[in-house]
């Protein structure tokens, strides 16, 4: 059990994580924060950059810092931010230490590995409790449970619970435990956990002495990058509730930070399964953590087609190099991309459209007809293309601001926090 002395820092109600891959969009990803303040509803921005990103774009923890902490400056922004070192674990961590207060522990690679039966029974033995009819308010039908079930269960992830207990006493070692906070996520695997999965690994960090504050379940369903939902809608939205419910259990009975709450990963443009996480926040008057990244590069590569001229030109060139090198950009994406070759345009097509034309490609509004997912998820995995082209990409930034901004701004506000927090059809 945590010492109830040491306070994690805090975070509110609902975190928004915003990915900002060249660092040149913080001031208008921040804008939509603004916006959504000013309808009365707080939201704290996190940004989020992973390891893996960083050493694709060639960039630095310090750097995301900065570029928040100047976006905040500018627009005058007075509520709390944060910056997530997504991803981590015991290797790759220390660059972030300095740079970030939102720790996101990754332990997927240690589920499956079989804990001892020594270690299986003490952990049942410990937890008489979660064996038999387990009763959650707000889950209709109680768990019934085998001792055999919870050993099983305990083992399939004790050595996860275990490695986020060791990475996050190597981050409290190393910074002001009420400094940060923790997320622990596992969502980068094979199989969803299931809500009596849920409330196990709970109890067992609750053991570790993990103050988690987010956790990152694999939910049912795909989650593809910078497209819709791909899943049995129903099914999603009962196991939302129903791990909202065993949070809030897991709270009182193992007496975990009483602001803890589900993190989505992968969240941006499921645009699907907004209405029904909507509905189950309100109803279990919980939390929430939603993680983006790419689809803020993507807004770029919009505002770069609408500015027409050199700025659509690049565009093209980027589409043209990504298709080359589709294989090599898809390939460490594989599981979380689904593109049918045969619906990509060919370099000639794109050759011929002009910015308007790019921009409804590209742009995900599922209504329009002109729209192509198979050309978004391409270009949502293409940015090692555009990192490769260094200062000419940035130099085009720089130059079409207005029009990107603009872009980067409403897709995060009307397509993302409003209708996740206020409620409205996309
Ligand atoms: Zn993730």
Redo the contacts with the bound molecule.
């Keep these: 059990m945590q010492d109830p002395r040491i306070m994690p820092l805090e975070l509110s109600k609902y975190t928004f994580g915003v990915g900002d891959r060249f660092t040149h969009q913080a001031r208008a990803q921040l804008q939509a924060f603004v916006q959504i303040a000013e309808k009365g509803v707080e939201v704290t921005p996190v940004w989020n950059k992973s390891n893996r990103e960083h050493l694709i774009i060639g960039s630095e923890p310090d750097g995301v810092r900065e570029a928040a902490a100047a976006a905040v400056a500018a627009l005058g922004w007075e509520r709390g931010y944060h910056v997530d070192a997504d ?1 981590i674990n015991l290797e790759t961590v220390d660059r972030f230490l300095d740079a970030s207060d939102f720790y996101t522990v990754d332990v997927a690679d240690a589920i499956g590995e079989p804990a001892s039966k020594a270690e299986q029974d003490e952990f049942v033995n410990r937890h008489p409790e979660l064996v038999g009819e387990i009763r959650i308010a707000g889950i209709a039908q109680p768990f019934v449970t085998t001792r055999e079930e919870i050993a099983g269960i305990i083992g399939k992830y004790a050595l996860a619970v275990r490695e986020a207990g060791r990475i996050y006493r190597h981050i409290a070692g190393r910074r002001d435990e009420a400094s940060f906070a923790t997320e622990v ?1 596992m ?2 695997t094979d199989q969803p956990q299931t809500p009596p999965e849920l409330l196990v690994i709970l109890a067992a960090l609750a053991d570790e002495g993990v103050p988690l504050q987010t956790i ?1 379940p694999k939910f049912t369903g795909r989650f593809n990058k910078g497209v819709d939902y791909v899943g049995d809608l129903a099914q999603f939205e009962q196991e939302f509730r129903d791990d909202l419910a065993v949070i809030a259990h897991a709270v009182q009975e193992y007496a975990l930070p009483g602001n803890l709450k589900l993190s989505v ?2 969240g941006s443009d499921k645009f699907s399964i907004y209405a029904p996480i909507r509905r189950a926040l309100q109803d279990f008057d919980a939390g929430l953590h939603l ?1 983006t990244a790419g689809t803020t590069w993507l807004e770029e590569l919009i505002g770069l087609a609408e500015a027409g001229g050199s700025g659509l030109e690049l565009a093209k060139e980027i589409y043209r190099e990504a298709l080359i090198h589709r294989e090599a950009l898809c390939g460490p994406y594989a599981t979380v991309i689904d593109i049918d070759l045969a619906k990509l345009p060919t370099a000639e097509d794109v050759a011929a459209w002009d910015g308007e034309r790019f921009a409804a490609a590209l742009r995900h509004q599922p209504s329009d007809p002109r729209y192509n997912a198979d050309l978004r998820q391409l270009l949502h995995v293409g940015f090692k293309i555009a990192a490769n082209l260094g200062e000419r990409y940035l130099a085009a930034l720089r130059e079409h601001e207005e029009v990107i901004a603009k872009n980067v701004t409403s897709n995060l506000y009307e397509r993302h926090l409003k209708p996740l927090f206020i409620g409205n059809a996309i």
Excluded: R
Aim: avoid cysteine; charge should be negative.
């Design positions: 991803h996520s969502d980068e990152a990963h992968s993680k």
